[in-house]
């Protein structure tokens, strides 16, 4: 039987690939840690849990989740941010449509599902060669209304679930992606609110998520930010990490960046 | 707000060879292919992100938008 054996989750600012010199040594150090824990690890799948920011999907046909179901996925390269051909896992994007759908959760699937920077530049971090392959699994964090958190926590405990009655001792990481605060397209675009970055991430570590999955969008909207919604994703890694309580790798209010950047390990239990 | 319209042509300016060049040049003429209303029309020729914003345009594809008709950044709100 497989095991979600590694989870994390990070920010994903386009600056990250494009504006990497201002980034400090602590930042640069913790998606290190990530990238060792995954190949330490020999991690056979990427489920990486992140959104769109109108590249891929638009209002023709917008989804709350979608899984990306293919061998290899494309990235935009939109705006100045990294290109790549990413690998994926068929046969597990194609386990966790069936097991999710038998527990009670409807999503998406694309075989053409191009990947924005959201994606994109976690992954320039934490790949390297041989690449793991990576299931894509897209949120919708921007297009109210949003699944709620608690959905969004109950889907990473359906994730867990699914890979534990896998067939095969396969091994898969969940990697969320987004956030911290940070507004997106709005006046109060380079603001940053480092005391709600600062308070997420202590709920984080301690697990008490029981608040943030009561946090209200609108709430989390006027203080962090449109692109604090993001933390959605943060709450399927949680709850794929089956609880788990969190390291802060490390954090940064990266005004350079315009976002508070959370880097973080869910310290996940061995496989029984 | 005809908000699909708006946002599909903001894609397919981002994304269709040659259209962000023809709209430089004829704007009126890309504009017909979307069923846009004339307040989105003038807004958008106006790079008049407020205006679009309070008609109802998702804050993403707004960005996007005023990137590609180049107000970007603090530039977007002036």
């Given amino acids: 039987m497989g095991a979600v054996t590694y989870a994390a989750a990070t920010s994903h600012v386009g600056r990250i690939v494009r504006d990497p010199q201002t980034a400090p040594d602590a930042l640069n150090a913790a998606w290190?840690?990530?990238?060792?824990?995954?190949?330490d690890q020999d991690i056979d799948a990427l489920v990486v849990v992140a959104t769109?920011?109108?590249?891929?999907?638009?209002?023709?046909?917008?989804?709350?989740?979608?899984?990306?179901?293919s061998d290899s996925y494309d990235a935009w390269g939109e705006f100045g941010n990294p290109t790549a051909t990413i690998a994926g896992h068929s046969e597990l994007s194609e386990a966790l449509i069936k097991g999710l759908v038998q527990r009670d959760y409807d999503l998406s699937r694309s075989f053409d599902m191009r990947l924005d920077h959201s994606f994109v530049a976690p992954l320039t971090k934490l790949l390297r060669t041989p690449a793991i392959p990576v299931v894509p699994f897209f949120v919708?964090?921007?297009t109210p209304p949003l699944p709620s958190m608690?959905?969004?926590?109950?889907?990473?405990?359906?994730?867990?679930?699914?890979?534990?009655h896998l067939p095969d001792a396969t091994r898969v990481a969940v990697i969320a992606t987004g956030g911290i605060s940070h507004w997106v397209g709005l006046p109060r675009a380079g603001e940053i609110n480092e005391a709600f970055d600062r308070r997420f991430l202590d709920l984080i570590a301690s697990a008490a998520v029981d608040e943030v999955l009561g946090w209200d969008d609108d709430w989390i909207a006027q203080f962090a930010g449109n692109g604090a919604l993001e933390i959605r994703t943060w709450m399927v890694a949680h709850g794929a990490a089956r609880s788990a309580?969190?390291?802060?790798?490390?954090?940064?209010?990266?005004?350079?960046?315009?976002t508070g950047i959370g880097i973080v390990r869910y310290e996940v239990a061995a496989p029984r | 707000m005809s908000v699909y319209a708006v946002t599909r042509l903001t894609a397919?300016?981002?994304?269709?060879?040659?259209?962000?060049?023809?709209?430089?040049?004829d704007a009126e003429s890309v504009f017909n292919n979307y069923r846009l209303t004339a307040a989105e029309r003038d807004a958008i020729v106006a790079r008049d992100a407020r205006t679009l914003l309070a008609l109802g345009l998702n804050p993403v594809p707004l960005r996007n938008l005023m990137f590609l008709l180049g107000a970007r950044g603090p530039q977007m709100w002036q």
């Fill in chain 1, 150 to 164: 608690r959905r969004c926590f109950g889907l990473g405990q359906a994730i867990a679930d699914t890979v534990e």
């Fill in chain 1, 52 to 69: 769109d920011h109108y590249e891929t999907f638009g209002l023709d046909n917008y989804p709350s989740f979608c899984i990306g179901a």
């Fill in chain 2, 12 to 25: 397919d300016l981002e994304h269709v060879d040659g259209l962000l060049g023809r709209f430089s040049v």
């Fill in chain 1, 245 to 258: 309580p969190g390291t802060v790798l490390a954090y940064a209010p990266m005004h350079a960046w315009q």
């Fill in chain 1, 140 to 142: 919708n964090c921007n």
């Fill in chain 1, 32 to 39: 290190r840690a990530l990238q060792d824990d995954l190949y």
